[in-house]
């Protein structure tokens, strides 16, 4: 949290001029981003869809990995903030802050494509996303985390679903560190898995264009997805 004091700090021009410059070279690496991929993405290319020498560039950014990081903070970031705001205003019954979740992720991977799949597509060859990317991560999934306590699972009992809570358990140790009490049904965490991966993968594939010929059109698809899941989670009304 920002001092108060440092609150009445004025930024010199220096510091503005390289906020602002920081800024510029986020936006020219994300347009990279649509027309070369994270593979390669360029700090040369950056610096010439910028108009400025390379050595300008590498004054604030060392590396293509150093760039790739700043990104995926940024979108993190940018994510997390917008389903921060629709969750928000949305009705707090779980039900409700399930179903506004998934749709605005959605809705935001459909208007940001290429940021979706530097965050969750394939992982970059040769990079490594450091640990300070995981907490930005996590918070694009906090709202359905928030929601543990007051699940339930429709999850039939079975070897699978003991085998999948025995390794689901670094994940309820997490909720329950943060304070959330464990429900008392059995299955919840792998219920949680389901639903998330259920919720990113459908994401994923549609982005990718893999339900063409399949169905005339994917937004009722999606809500029916959704649903079904909310059920799983017995939060649906």
């Given at each position: 949290?920002?001092?108060?004091?440092?609150?009445?700090?004025?930024?010199?021009?220096?510091?503005?001029?390289?906020?602002?410059?920081?800024?510029?070279?986020?936006?020219?690496?994300?347009?990279?981003?649509?027309?070369?991929?994270?593979?390669?993405?360029?700090?040369?290319?950056?610096?010439?869809?910028?108009?400025?020498?390379?050595?300008?560039?590498?004054?604030?950014?060392?590396?293509?990995?150093?760039?790739?990081?700043?990104?995926?903070?940024?979108?993190?970031?940018?994510?997390?903030?917008?389903l921060q705001r629709a969750c928000s205003a949305a009705d707090q019954d779980p039900a409700a802050q399930w179903h506004t979740w998934a749709h605005a992720l959605r809705?935001?991977?459909?208007?940001?494509?290429?940021?979706?799949?530097?965050?969750?597509?394939?992982?970059?060859?040769?990079?490594?996303?450091?640990?300070?990317?995981?907490?930005?991560?996590?918070?694009?999934?906090?709202?359905?985390?928030?929601?543990?306590?007051?699940?339930?699972?429709?999850?039939?009992?079975?070897?699978?679903?003991?085998?999948?809570?025995?390794?689901?358990?670094?994940?309820?140790?997490?909720?329950e560190h943060d304070g959330a009490q464990q429900p008392d049904e059995h299955g919840v965490a792998t219920a949680m898995m389901l639903a998330w991966s259920g919720v990113?993968?459908?994401?994923?594939?549609?982005?990718?264009?893999?339900?063409?010929?399949?169905?005339?059109?994917?937004?009722?698809?999606?809500?029916?997805?959704?649903?079904?899941?909310?059920?799983?989670?017995?939060?649906?009304?």
């Amino acid at each position: 949290m920002t001092d108060s004091a440092d609150l009445s700090v004025p930024r010199t021009a220096r510091d503005i001029a390289h906020q602002e410059m920081q800024r510029r070279i986020l936006e020219a690496a994300r347009a990279q981003l649509a027309t070369v991929g994270p593979a390669q993405l360029s700090l040369r290319a950056v610096a010439r869809d910028l108009g400025v020498v390379s050595s300008a560039v590498y004054r604030y950014v060392s590396s293509r990995d150093e760039l790739l990081t700043q990104l995926i903070l940024d979108i993190f970031q940018e994510l997390g903030d917008a389903l921060q705001r629709a969750c928000s205003a949305a009705d707090q019954d779980p039900a409700a802050q399930w179903h506004t979740w998934a749709h605005a992720l959605r809705s935001w991977a459909l208007d940001h494509p290429y940021d979706w799949a530097l965050i969750y597509g394939i992982p970059t060859p040769g990079y490594a996303a450091p640990t300070d990317t995981i907490e930005p991560a996590r918070r694009v999934n906090q709202p359905v985390l928030d929601l543990y306590p007051a699940l339930g699972s429709g999850l039939q009992s079975s070897a699978a679903v003991d085998a999948a809570e025995q390794t689901l358990a670094p994940l309820r140790a997490m909720l329950e560190h943060d304070g959330a009490q464990q429900p008392d049904e059995h299955g919840v965490a792998t219920a949680m898995m389901l639903a998330w991966s259920g919720v990113h993968g459908f994401i994923t594939l549609e982005l990718g264009g893999h339900f063409e010929g399949s169905a005339t059109a994917t937004a009722p698809v999606f809500a029916a997805v959704v649903e079904q899941l909310g059920r799983q989670l017995s939060i649906n009304s």
